[in-house]
C-alpha cells in the first residue's frame, strides 16, 4: 500500500453527488436506501471511476493491494455504517474485486473513541502504520491501525506474499538495466522507468526507495545501490499527483475536473488526516530543482513530500549533483529547471 493524492472534482460533480446524497435522505438514509440508489447511480459512478482511475498507480491498480486492477468503486466506509456517505468523494477508493468482495467487504473496525482503524491511502501515507519487508514480502503492522489494515485487507495473503518477492528480485536487476541505459540510450531507460512505474506491487519499489541509506547495501545488494540512488535522485511515490485524464467533453455539465485545489486545508509532512466531513484535505507538495554531473538543469517530474523531499535532496547531491534547492509546489504544479 503506497500513498495517493486525492484529486478534487468540479463543482458540477460535487453538485452531482450531493443531489443523489439527498436522494438517500429523502429515501430513509437506510443502508438499503444507500445501496439501491447506488446501484442505480450510472452517471456519479461514471464520474467517480474517472477521477479514481486518474489517481490510481500504474495499469489502474488497486489502491490497497496493488497488484491487481482495481475494477471497483469501495465504500471506505461501508453503507451500512454510513448510508449518507455513499454519494461523498472522500469515502470512494478503488479495489480489485477480491479486496472489495472477499477481504475488507463491509468491515471497519474503530477504536474506544470510534475512529476508523483501516489506513486510508488517500488521507495519510501508510508508512506510518505499515512497513514492508522486502526480502520476505510481508507487511509488518507499526500501530494498531496498521495491525487492523493489514488483517482486513489480506496484505499478507499468500500470493501477495509472494508477488512481493518475485517483485523485489525483478525491481533491483530492472533498476539496474535502466541505471546503465541512462546516459547512453536515456529513451529506452525512459521506457524501461515507466515499465516498472506500471508494473504490479510498485509498493514493493516505493519501499526501496525509502530504505535509509546505512542499510540499503544490506537489503538490496551493493551492486544495486548506485541504481538505487539515480532512481531516488529521478523519480518519487510520496504523494504523487494522479496523472490528469481528459474529460468526455465540453458539454459535459458534470465532468470531473482533475486539478487539485488548494482549499486551504493543506497538511505538512507525510501524514494528513481526512475529517469526517466533506472537505478535501490534500498533501503540501515539494519539488526539486538542480543541476546534474554534467551541467544539465533539471527539476523533478513528480511531486514530494517534505521528508522525501529532504531525503532525494541528499542523495541528488551524494551523486554529485550542484544547486540543488526544494520548491514548495500548489497540487498539481511542477517547477521549470533553472539555467
Not at 498507480?57 to 493491494?65: E, L, S, T
Not at 510481508?138 to 500501530?143: A, F, Q, R
Not at 516498472?196 to 544495486?224: E, N, W
Not at 511531486?303 to 497540487?331: F, H, M, N, W
Request: glycine share 6%; net charge neutral; hydrophobic share 35%.
Amino acid at each position: 500500500m503506497i500513498p495517493l493524492q486525492r484529486v478534487d472534482i468540479s463543482a458540477q460533480a460535487q453538485s452531482l453527488l450531493t443531489r443523489w446524497t439527498q436522494r438517500v435522505e429523502s429515501a430513509g438514509a437506510t443502508g438499503q436506501a444507500a445501496r439501491e440508489l447506488w446501484g442505480d447511480a450510472k452517471a456519479p459512478k461514471k464520474h467517480v471511476r474517472s477521477a479514481l482511475e486518474s489517481m490510481a498507480r500504474g495499469a489502474v491498480r488497486c489502491m490497497y493491494c496493488d497488484d491487481s486492477r482495481g475494477t471497483d468503486i469501495d465504500h471506505f466506509e461501508p453503507l451500512e455504517r454510513a448510508p449518507l456517505r455513499a454519494f461523498m468523494w472522500v469515502n470512494h477508493l478503488l479495489a480489485c474485486s477480491f479486496c472489495n468482495s472477499n477481504t475488507k467487504n463491509r468491515k471497519y473496525p474503530v477504536d474506544a473513541n470510534g475512529d476508523c482503524l483501516l489506513v486510508d491511502p488517500t488521507a495519510e501515507d501508510p508508512a506510518d502504520h505499515l512497513t514492508l519487508r522486502l526480502s520476505v514480502g510481508t507487511y509488518d503492522p507499526l500501530s494498531p491501525k496498521g495491525d487492523e489494515t493489514i488483517r482486513v485487507f489480506g496484505l499478507n495473503r499468500a500470493e501477495l506474499v509472494k508477488g512481493r518477492v518475485d517483485a523485489f528480485v525483478r525491481a533491483c536487476s530492472i533498476l539496474r538495466d535502466w541505471h546503465g541505459l541512462r546516459r547512453n540510450a536515456p529513451s529506452e531507460a525512459e521506457r524501461v522507468a515507466q515499465a516498472l512505474l506500471d508494473s504490479p506491487f510498485i509498493d514493493v519499489v516505493h519501499a526501496m526507495t525509502r530504505l535509509k541509506p546505512s542499510v540499503a547495501a544490506i537489503v538490496v545488494g551493493q551492486a544495486t545501490v548506485p541504481a538505487l540512488d539515480a532512481w531516488r535522485a529521478a523519480h518519487s511515490l510520496s504523494f504523487r499527483v494522479g496523472q490528469p485524464r481528459v474529460c468526455g467533453g465540453a458539454a459535459d455539465a458534470d465532468c470531473i475536473d482533475d486539478t487539485l485545489a488548494d482549499d486551504g486545508h493543506s497538511c505538512q509532512g507525510r501524514a494528513g488526516r481526512r475529517s469526517n466531513d466533506e472537505r478535501v484535505i490534500t498533501m503540501q507538495n515539494y519539488c526539486l530543482t538542480w543541476t546534474d554531473s554534467i551541467g544539465t538543469p533539471r527539476s523533478s517530474a513528480v511531486a514530494y513530500d517534505e521528508p522525501s523531499a529532504q531525503d532525494r535532496k541528499a542523495a541528488l547531491e551524494s551523486s554529485g549533483c550542484t544547486s540543488v534547492e526544494i520548491v514548495a509546489v500548489r497540487p498539481g504544479e511542477l517547477p521549470e529547471p533553472r539555467g
